[in-house]
C-alpha cells in the first residue's frame, strides 16, 4: 500500500439537493456536509434514496434542484469521469471481458497515469484487497465477493479524494464483511480520503462511520455521530432502525418522566413533545433486578419466551398491562443465572440515562 500515498483530502456540501422522477420526489431537499477526510455512512431503508444521493455525487444523476461542492468547486454539472471521485457501484459494474488487472487498472488508463506507474499501483491495489496473483482472471472466474474486491480496488487505484461506495459489502458473507469492514477502515485511514458509504445495515453504519446520515423516504433525519444515533435517535423512525429496540407508547407526566405500565420512568434528558410519544428500549439496556417498593424505574411482567443466540440470551416479557418487550443477557455463568422459565415474574430496570423518549412520526 506504500505506492498509495496521501494526499491533500477534500470536503464536500450538498446544498438542498432534490431529485424528482416525474413527480415522484427520490431526494427532498438533502442538505449534508462531509469534513476532509471524514467517513460518512447513508443508512436507510430500501427505496429511501440512498442510491439516488450517491448518483448525484458521482454525477450519474443529474439534481432536480440544489447543489454539490467538492472542497470549493461547484461540481454540480461537472461529467463523473472529471469529479476525481472513486466509486464502487451497488452491483459492481465490472467489465466482463476485461481481466481482473485490467479492469483494476482502467482508471489509470482513463486519466492517462504513465505507464511505468501501472504495474506497482496494480499490486499494491490487489494486495490491499487480498486478490495478490489473481490479476490474469476473468471476472466470471470469480465468486461474488472476489468481485466485489476487484471493484473496490479499481476505485481506490487513482488515488481519489473522494470514495463513493454503495452497499460494498452485501454480496459477502458475514465472516468476510465483517474483516473487510475493519479493512476499510484500515485503508480509509491510510488513504485519508472522504469517504461516503451507503448501507442498509445499521450495524455496518456504526461500525465503520465517524457519522452516519439517516434517510426515510428520501429526506436525511438525522446525522450523527453513532453514539448520538445510537442515544439520542431524532425520532421512533432512527430509534426503530438503530439498535434493537422496542418502541411503547408512554404518556408524559412532565419534562423529565413518562408514564409506562402504570409505573414512572424517569428520564435523564427533557421529555420532547406532550403527546404522541414512544419509549425506545433497547433490549441490552435493562437489567434484571428484585423489585423493592418505591424503586422508580422499574417494570414487571410475565417471561413469555427466552431464545438462546450465542452469545447472549433474548428474553421476551409481557408487562401487566400488555405491553411487550425484550431484553438480552449475556450468556455466560451470570446471565444464566438470571434466566427465568416462561410464565415466570421478573423484574426489570432501566436507568434515567437509557429512559429515550421520542415523537412517533408515521
Ligand atoms: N431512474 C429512476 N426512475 C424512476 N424512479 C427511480 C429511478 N431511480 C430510482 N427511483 C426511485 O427512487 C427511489 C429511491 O431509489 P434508490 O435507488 O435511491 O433507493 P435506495 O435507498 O438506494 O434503495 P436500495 O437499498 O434498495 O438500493 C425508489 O423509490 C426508486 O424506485
Ligand atoms: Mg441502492
Known amino acids: 500500500m506504500s505506492t498509495i500515498a496521501s494526499r491533500d483530502t477534500v470536503g464536500v456540501s450538498i446544498r438542498g439537493a432534490s431529485k424528482f422522477y416525474g413527480s415522484f420526489r427520490a431526494l427532498d431537499t438533502i442538505n449534508l456536509d462531509v469534513a476532509p477526510g471524514e467517513f460518512v455512512s447513508i443508512l436507510g431503508p430500501s427505496g429511501s434514496g440512498k442510491t439516488t444521493l450517491l448518483g448525484i455525487l458521482g454525477g450519474f444523476v443529474q439534481p432536480t434542484s440544489g447543489s454539490i461542492l467538492l472542497g470549493e468547486r461547484d461540481i454540480t454539472f461537472e461529467p463523473p469521469h472529471t469529479r476525481d471521485i472513486g466509486i464502487v457501484f451497488q452491483n459492481y459494474a465490472l467489465f466482463p471481458h476485461m481481466n481482473v488487472a485490467e479492469n483494476v487498472t482502467f482508471p489509470l488508463r482513463a486519466r492517462r497515469m504513465p505507464k511505468s506507474e501501472w504495474p506497482g499501483r496494480l499490486a499494491s491495489a490487489l ?20 468481485r466485489q474486491r ?70 436525511l433525519v438525522q446525522v450523527d455521530t453513532p453514539e448520538r444515533l445510537h442515544d439520542h435517535p431524532a425520532d421512533s423512525f432512527v430509534a426503530g432502525f438503530i439498535g434493537e429496540a422496542t418502541l411503547l407508547p408512554v404518556r408524559r407526566v412532565d419534562d423529565r418522566s413518562v408514564e409506562l405500565d402504570g409505573m414512572r420512568l424517569i428520564s435523564a434528558r427533557p421529555v420532547q413533545g406532550d403527546t404522541d410519544l414512544l419509549l425506545a428500549v433497547h433490549s441490552e439496556k435493562l437489567t434484571i433486578v428484585d423489585a423493592a417498593p418505591g424503586m422508580t424505574n422499574v417494570l414487571c411482567g410475565v417471561v413469555t419466551e427466552t431464545l438462546y443466540q450465542g452469545e447472549s440470551i433474548r428474553i421476551f416479557l409481557e408487562l401487566d398491562r400488555g405491553a411487550r418487550l425484550s431484553l438480552r443477557v449475556p450468556s455466560n455463568h451470570q446471565g444464566r443465572s438470571q434466566l427465568k422459565a416462561p410464565g415466570e415474574r421478573i423484574a426489570v430496570a432501566i436507568h434515567p440515562d437509557d429512559t429515550i423518549v421520542v415523537p412517533h412520526v408515521r
Do not use: C, W
Open 150 to 219: 476487484v471493484a473496490l480496488a479499481r476505485a481506490m487505484i487513482f488515488e481519489p479524494r473522494l470514495i463513493l461506495m454503495d452497499e460494498p459489502l452485501s454480496a459477502l458473507d458475514k465472516q468476510l464483511r465483517e474483516s473487510m469492514q475493519i479493512e476499510l477502515k484500515h485503508l480509509h485511514r491510510k488513504l485519508a480520503a472522504t469517504m461516503i458509504y451507503v448501507t442498509h445495515d445499521q450495524r455496518e453504519a456504526l461500525t465503520m462511520s465517524d457519522r452516519v446520515a439517516v434517510m426515510n423516504k428520501g429526506q
Open 127 to 146: 494486495d490491499m484487497v487480498e486478490l495478490g496473483g489473481f490479476g490474469e482472471r476473468k471476472i466470471h472466474e470469480l465468486s461474488g465477493g472476489q
